[in-house]
């Protein structure tokens, strides 16, 4: 969904807003620019384009096997990663099928002279990324969890290394 989602918002922007930037607020607007850089407009030099290509192909292919692992500590994390998946698999099509780069047509204002174009594909991984910092978070709680039950069936680890039983404590 958010890939189709993602190229149907692309086109219509580029039909829609290409040449007349709509101005929704102070910090948004609707503007199309053609992206044929790095995220955030950043390049890396001649081979930006196929860094880009790998890593947002290995962003594809090492989140599909451990979706269904990272279930287990948050059920919330296949969301997760369905959100990144998404957005890379939207903005993957968009630099393989377009000449002109990736269409970002959201462009949000900080500050006086800061402002970054961004499209639903990126907002899509940018949620996912942040929906998985939770669910590092619950890995780390569930090791510390089991850390401490450890200490409490096994007390002689507890004083044998203070240090390592002060890391885990409360």
Do not use: C
């Amino acid at each position: 969904l958010v890939t189709a989602g993602d190229l149907l918002t692309k086109q219509a922007a580029a039909h829609f807003v290409a040449g007349k930037p709509t101005v929704l607020s102070s910090w948004l607007r609707l503007a199309v620019v053609h992206n044929d850089l790095g995220a955030f407009g950043l390049s890396i030099g001649a081979y930006t384009w196929q860094v880009n290509l790998v890593l947002t192909m290995a962003a594809i292919v090492f989140v599909i096997p451990v979706s269904r692992e990272l279930t287990r500590v948050d059920r919330f994390a296949p969301h997760a990663l369905g959100l990144i998946v998404g957005g890379a698999l939207g903005n993957l099509i968009s630099l393989l099928f377009s000449s002109h780069g990736v269409v970002d047509f959201i462009a949000l204002r900080f500050g006086a002279d800061t402002e970054i174009a961004v499209n639903v594909a990126d907002l899509a991984a940018y949620a996912g990324l942040a929906l998985i910092l939770r669910t590092g978070f619950l890995i780390v709680t569930a090791i510390r969890q089991s850390l401490r039950d450890e200490a409490v069936q096994f007390p002689a680890l507890a004083t044998a290394s203070p240090a390592l039983a002060a890391t885990f404590s409360d």
